[in-house]
């Protein structure tokens, strides 16, 4: 098995109630705007929605009728203030880097919006989700550094090299509770919970 059948083997539970509570919650229409910062087509796969989805992300997406594509960087966007009803994103402000980045994009994200919905991982959770591991993310970087390539599920399976480890130590920044307030001090925050600890959250200013 490689690192993606199994993120595939264990997202799909996770995933799909995040899109539930989504729809749920915010209850979009199809007359509604929806920008997707930072998703693929395939997340929207997880239910059933006839909804007007246009994707914005940094990477090229493979076309899909479906769905309108726009690329570009989520801290300065190209469109006007409340140009889209509703802007969602799932687990990519982590991938950020900094907490000056992370401002930004939260930035454009209200900007852009007039309703968000933003989801992270928890830092406070023990297991980090992209490397696989646990504990290592409360560590000093220089500490994670030496243990990653031992104790991470993802370094294991895909045999990352130390530019690689660099790579992702970089990238990765998950956000504290207060933190994640402090980005959206207008929204409401939801919890996900596993094994009695709170897993993800969510932040929303439309309900």
Do not use: C
């Not at 915010?26 to 509604?32: G, M, R, S, Y």
């Not at 246009?54 to 990477?59: D, E, F, R, V």
């Not at 989700?129 to 646990?134: R, T, V």
């Amino acid at each position: 098995m490689n690192i993606y059948k199994f993120y595939r083997a264990i997202s799909p539970y996770f995933r799909r109630k995040r899109f539930e509570n989504f729809l749920n919650k915010i209850v979009p229409t199809p007359n509604d705007k929806i920008l997707d910062v930072g998703g693929y087509p395939r997340s929207w796969d997880y239910v059933e929605h006839d909804l007007n989805i246009t994707i914005y992300n940094l990477n090229n997406i493979e076309s899909s009728p479906r769905y309108s594509y726009i690329e570009g960087d989520a801290r300065d966007m190209p469109f006007a203030d409340n140009e889209f009803d509703i802007v969602f994103s799932n687990s990519v402000i982590e991938h950020l880097g900094s907490k000056e980045d992370q401002t930004l994009f939260a930035n454009e994200v209200m900007r852009v919006g007039n309703k968000y919905w933003v989801q992270t991982p928890a830092y406070e959770f023990f297991i980090e989700p992209h490397y696989i591991a646990p504990f290592i993310h409360w560590l000093p970087k220089k500490y994670a550094r030496m243990l990653i390539p031992y104790f991470s599920i993802r370094a294991i399976m895909t045999k990352l090299n130390k530019v690689e480890i660099e790579q992702m130590l970089s990238e990765i920044r998950l956000l504290k509770e207060n933190e994640f307030i402090e980005l959206f001090p207008h929204g409401k925050i939801y919890y996900e919970k596993f094994l009695l600890m709170v897993k993800s959250y969510t932040i929303t200013n439309a309900v």
